[in-house]
Every structure is written in structure tokens, then in C-alpha cells.
């Protein structure tokens, strides 16, 4: 191995680079480290597929008639979007978690850049595979038959509410992977915090259903609001659903209220994971 | 000449009260080949953590080019490469991707950082990996990339820690040939860490020798070393290594310079020939298990000023 280098040579003062071009570059290597195959990307599309496709036609055929114009297992392929993106956000804070224990980060936190864009660099590419699963998913229920009623302005509704709610529990896994200690820790918390509230958020039944306390509880999470306003966008034009959380009989008020409530958790996650990281990262 | 690295009463006290770092100084001059030395847990590692911002200081300041390390972080980050002591790469990405990927975060163009891998790639034994992910690289070769990594932005200051350790011999001494070359070029200042005395001998222009987290020895090798004289004499007696000392000193065999841990005594020689102090301590009558004679290195100055030998304390 030869042993001398050329010397470094000009070293006039580069112009720091603007906040674009490191985020760009961040999401280029978030994206080469999460999605180098294809199998890494439409593995976590199997089981909300599943449900879309087998599941919500068979829960269609057994529940039969359901509110009168919302056709059950349009319903219910919607509510898969309402796991599926909790799911697989929740998923992407594990490469959080590797790039800490066994990857980059330190190289990045080196790097003469903000520091916030290393959680938006990889709150980018989650949101970008989430958005294409939904997509998917949208358009294999379609092909199963489930009827969507698609106006532009219901499909800005529908992204609305799948974006903030993409956006927000982003924030949540970014938190939670710079707060636990190991991979292990953190698989362990996901079902808690990405399938449960499913449940509780007018998934497979109107929110009005419940016992009034846990209804109640339903109406703070914003899974039930995102899973409202999707709905509303795409299937439940009269806004049954919003009017089940707010009570009110304008849908379009009601929608914003709902799309404030998930944009205000979109903000606020971010914003603490941001914080989260920035005071984990430095010791 | 302004210092590129002033380090002024720098300070680390962990949550718990681990107090890595008590109240350091030091410059280093531009071009200067600069060490610390000492054991794990001395605070080296903490101190380039600090001066790279990836550990924020208790107390004291730090500039990298002028740059405070506290106030202008992102400026001072800018001047600056880093090679950790862990390995810090993402291995899924192959060789190529991870220096791309850090020559835009440090602002170089496409086009120049191409070339610059293309530079280094040949000088450090990197042509036929870079396609490869870094997954499959061995220690050395992982090594190699993320020095070679931290050079694409042709920094003004490059902190090695610990940069040969936990590799074999071989690779070892290549690494060694290396950064020997960097320092010769002159262009760029280095700090480096090391529990290595051999690394620190032949690649520092000058070395701090750290100890619990503070500075207690800076200069450079060679004079650090011409305080123990050309030869020293080391002797291990039975019981205590004081009384014997105090012995030798009676007797004017040995002076200020030597000193004593345990029953090992050491004894540098400025003036005397070995031959002539051996002949002496043998005619005292001391009850010696060993007397051997030697040229000084590294780890008896940090024996001197310690109280212990570098190698046990790594």
C-alpha cells in the first residue's frame, strides 16, 4: 500500500450548503438503507392487503347491511389505511435505532448541517413508502370491489388526513427509537402503540358504538379523526363518521376540526422528535 | 501563529457525576501532528467528542479554526473531519455510497467529490471495494474507508480516535504508513488518540499524556523522553521498592529523576554509563530479583508522572 497522499490542496471556504441539498442527501441515503429491494417495500403491505382483500368482504358478507350508502367493506378497507400507516411508520423507527447502535449516526452528527434534518431526511422517506402502500392498498381494494366515491375534494381529504396522521406518528417512533435503548424494546412497544388505538378509533364500527366512556377516549385519539376524514373522502360523503366525534351537522366544518386535530399532533410530534433527538443525540 | 485548535479549561462531567474530563488547555498549531495519550476511560475519546460537538462540554471553550465549538457548532463542523473509535459506517450502503453520501453533507460538489474518491481510493487500498457494501470489508479495510471517508472534504483539522486499535499487526502498521503520510503533507492539523506509545513516538509532533482526565505531561516525545536520559536502569527488588529507592539515593546512585512503584524501581541514567550504576547497585547488597537496562519509552514517562504503566492501564 503506497503511503503518501496528495496533499489537500484549495481550500478557499466552501458556502455552507443550504438546507435543501443536506435533506435531499439524507433522504437519498435513508431511502438507499430502507428500500434496496422491492421485498422491502411491499412485504409490510401483506397483511393490511390481506384485510383489504379477504378480510373486509368476509366481514362485509357476515355483518351484511351496514349505515345506509357505506358499503361495510369499503369501510373497513379504509380502516386497514388507519393500520397501515401507524404500522409501518412505526416500523421505520427501527432504522432510527440501527443507524444509532451500529450505522452512521455519529458521521452525521459530525456533518456541518442542521441537525433537525437528520429526523426529517428520514421522516421523508417514511412518509414516501407509506404514501406509495397506501396507494396500493387503495387500489387493490378498488380491484376487490370496494366502492370509493372519488372527488377531488374528498381525495384531498382522504390525503389530508393519511398524510398528518403519516407525519405524526412518524414523530412518535422517531421519539420513541431515541428513548429506548434497543431494538428489542422498541418491537415490544409497537403492537401498544400502533394497533391498539386502532381499535378504539371506529376502525370495524362507528366510534358511537362503544361504551360511552371508552367512545369518549375514542374522540382525543387521532387515529379516529385521520380514519373520519379519509372516510369522509373517500366513502362517507354525509360525514356519519365526523359527526359521531364532534356532533355537529356542517361536514365540512367538522372536517377541518378533525384535520386541525391530526395536523396539530403531526406538528407537535415532529417538533418533539425533534427535540428528542437533538438532546439524545449529544451527550 | 493563530492556533487551529485552542482548547481552554475544557470540561465533561456525565449525568451520574463521571467527571471524564477536569479543566484541560492546550493549542495545537496548524500542520502539528498532536497527541493524546493515555488509557481508556483517561478522557481522550471525550475530549474529540467535545472538539467534534457530538458530546457537549460541561464547562470550558473549545475553537476549531476560530470557530467556538459551543456557539458556531455547525462552522466549526465545517472545518473539521472526524474518524471514531467505533466503527461509524452504514455497512447495508457500499463504500462508494458512504463517501458520496458524506462529501454532500460536507458541501463538496458531485463532481469534485468524485474525484476525490477517485484520489483516494488508490492510496488506501480502496479501488476494488468501493462497490462492494461495506458489510463485507474486513476491520483494516472498514478502517481505511472511514479515514479515507473524513479526508473528501479536505479538512483544515482531522481528529483519529484511536484509529489502529482492535486491528492486527499487519494492517496495524499499514494504518500507521498512512497517517504518517497525512501528517507529512503538512496541509492538514491532526489530533489523534492513542494507548499506543509507539503510535504516539512515531507519528506526534507533540503529545499531551493524558491521566484521569487531566493533561499531565505536554511536549514533544523527544523531550519528553530526554528527561529519563538515553538509558535507563530497572530494577525489581523484594518488599518495598521506596526503601530501596531511598537507599540508592543515599548512596548517590540514583537521583530525583528515579522513582518507584511497587518493588519495580526506575532509575534514568542523563550522565552515568549503565554499566558503572549497575556495578554500584550491585555492591549495595540489595535484595534484587532483576536489573536490567534499557532506553526510555512513552510508558515510563507516563510510569513517572502516574504511577502506572500505560500498557496494564489499557
Redesign the interface.
Known amino acids: 500500500?503506497?503511503?503518501?497522499?496528495?496533499?489537500?490542496?484549495?481550500?478557499a471556504a466552501?458556502?455552507?450548503?443550504r438546507w435543501f441539498?443536506?435533506l435531499a442527501?439524507?433522504t437519498?441515503?435513508r431511502f438507499?438503507?430502507t428500500a434496496?429491494t422491492p421485498r422491502e417495500l411491499f412485504v409490510p403491505l401483506l397483511t393490511p392487503i390481506l384485510f383489504a382483500l379477504v378480510i373486509a368482504p368476509a366481514l362485509a358478507k357476515t355483518v351484511g347491511s351496514f349505515r345506509p350508502g357505506i358499503d361495510y367493506m369499503t369501510f373497513v378497507a379504509l380502516a386497514t389505511a388507519g393500520l397501515l400507516i401507524p404500522l409501518n411508520t412505526m416500523f421505520s423507527g427501527i432504522g432510527v435505532i440501527v443507524d444509532r447502535e451500529?450505522?452512521?449516526?455519529?458521521?452525521?452528527?459530525?456533518?456541518?448541517?442542521?441537525r433537525p434534518l437528520l429526523v426529517l431526511g428520514n421522516l421523508a422517506v417514511a412518509f414516501a413508502i407509506t404514501a406509495l402502500q397506501i396507494v396500493v392498498l387503495i387500489a387493490a381494494a378498488a380491484l376487490r370491489g370496494a366502492e370509493f366515491h372519488v372527488t377531488t375534494t374528498g381525495a384531498l381529504w382522504f390525503a389530508g388526513g393519511a398524510a398528518f396522521l403519516a407525519v405524526g406518528m412518524y414523530g412518535v417512533a422517531e421519539t420513541l427509537a431515541n428513548r429506548v435503548p434497543s431494538v428489542e424494546e422498541y418491537i415490544a412497544a409497537v403492537p401498544a402503540i400502533a394497533i391498539v388505538p386502532w381499535f378504539f378509533a371506529g376502525s370495524l364500527f362507528p366510534v358511537s358504538s362503544l361504551p360511552a366512556g371508552l367512545a369518549w377516549i375514542a374522540r382525543f385519539l387521532p387515529l379516529t379523526h385521520a380514519l373520519a376524514l379519509m372516510r369522509y373522502g373517500l366513502l362517507d360523503t354525509n360525514g356519519t363518521g365526523l359527526r359521531d366525534i364532534w356532533g355537529m351537522h356542517d361536514p365540512t366544518v367538522m372536517a377541518l376540526l378533525s384535520l386541525a386535530v391530526v395536523a396539530a399532533f403531526a406538528a407537535l410530534m415532529v417538533t418533539v422528535s425533534i427535540r428528542v433527538f437533538t438532546r439524545a443525540?449529544?451527550? | 501563529m493563530q492556533p487551529v485548535i485552542e482548547v481552554r479549561n475544557l470540561t465533561k462531567t456525565?449525568p451520574g457525576g463521571v467527571e471524564a474530563v477536569k479543566g484541560i488547555d492546550f493549542d495545537v498549531e496548524p500542520g502539528e501532528v498532536f497527541g493524546l495519550l493515555g488509557p481508556n476511560g483517561a478522557g481522550k475519546s471525550t475530549t474529540i467528542?467535545m472538539l467534534?460537538?457530538?458530546?457537549?462540554p460541561t464547562d470550558g471553550e473549545a475553537r476549531l479554526a476560530g470557530f467556538d465549538v459551543a456557539t458556531e457548532p455547525?462552522?466549526a463542523?465545517?472545518v473539521?473531519g472526524?474518524v471514531?473509535q467505533?466503527?461509524?459506517?452504514?455497512?447495508?450502503?457500499t463504500g462508494r455510497?458512504?463517501m458520496e453520501?458524506?462529501a454532500?453533507?460536507?458541501?463538496?460538489d458531485a463532481g469534485r467529490a468524485a474525484r476525490r474518491v477517485a484520489?483516494?481510493a488508490?492510496?488506501?487500498?480502496l479501488a476494488q471495494l468501493l462497490e462492494r457494501p461495506v458489510a463485507s470489508y474486513s476491520g483494516g479495510q472498514r478502517r481505511r474507508l472511514e479515514i479515507a471517508?473524513a479526508?473528501l472534504?479536505?479538512p483544515?483539522v482531522l481528529f483519529l480516535d484511536e484509529p489502529t486499535v482492535g486491528l492486527d499487526p499487519r494492517i496495524r502498521y499499514?494504518l500507521l504508513?498512512?497517517i504518517?503520510?497525512?501528517g507529512?503533507?503538512?496541509?492538514?492539523t491532526i489530533l489523534l488518540t492513542t494507548h499506543y506509545l509507539d503510535e504516539a513516538e512515531r507519528l506526534c509532533d507533540r503529545v499531551a499524556i493524558v491521566h484521569e482526565g487531566r493533561i499531565v505531561a505536554m511536549d514533544a516525545p523527544r523531550s519528553l523522553l530526554a528527561g529519563l536520559g538515553r538509558e535507563i536502569v530497572e530494577l525489581r527488588v523484594h518488599g518495598s521498592g521506596d526503601a530501596a529507592l531511598d537507599a540508592l539515593r543515599r548512596h548517590g546512585v540514583a537521583n530525583g529523576d528515579a522513582f518507584a512503584v511497587g518493588g519495580s524501581l526506575t532509575i534514568p541514567l542523563p550522565d552515568s554509563s549503565s554499566a558503572e550504576v549497575v556495578a554500584r547497585i550491585a555492591g549495595l547488597g540489595l535484595a534484587t530479583e532483576s536489573i536490567s537496562t534499557r532506553v526510555p519509552t512513552l510508558d515510563d514517562v507516563y510510569l513517572r508522572l502516574t504511577g502506572s504503566r500505560l500498557d496494564a492501564a489499557a
Open positions: 500500500m503506497a503511503a503518501t497522499l496528495t496533499a489537500p490542496t484549495a481550500r466552501r458556502p455552507a450548503p441539498a443536506p442527501t439524507l437519498r441515503r438507499a438503507l434496496r451500529s450505522g452512521a449516526r455519529r458521521d452525521l452528527l459530525a456533518a456541518p448541517i442542521p443525540a449529544v451527550r | 456525565y467528542g467534534t460537538t457530538t458530546i457537549a455547525i462552522a463542523r465545517r473539521s472526524v471514531f467505533d466503527p461509524v459506517v452504514d455497512r447495508a450502503l455510497r458512504n453520501t458524506h454532500r453533507l460536507w458541501g463538496v484520489e483516494l488508490e492510496p488506501f487500498g471517508r479526508l472534504s479536505d483544515r499499514e504508513d498512512l504518517g503520510g497525512l507529512e503533507s503538512g496541509d492538514m
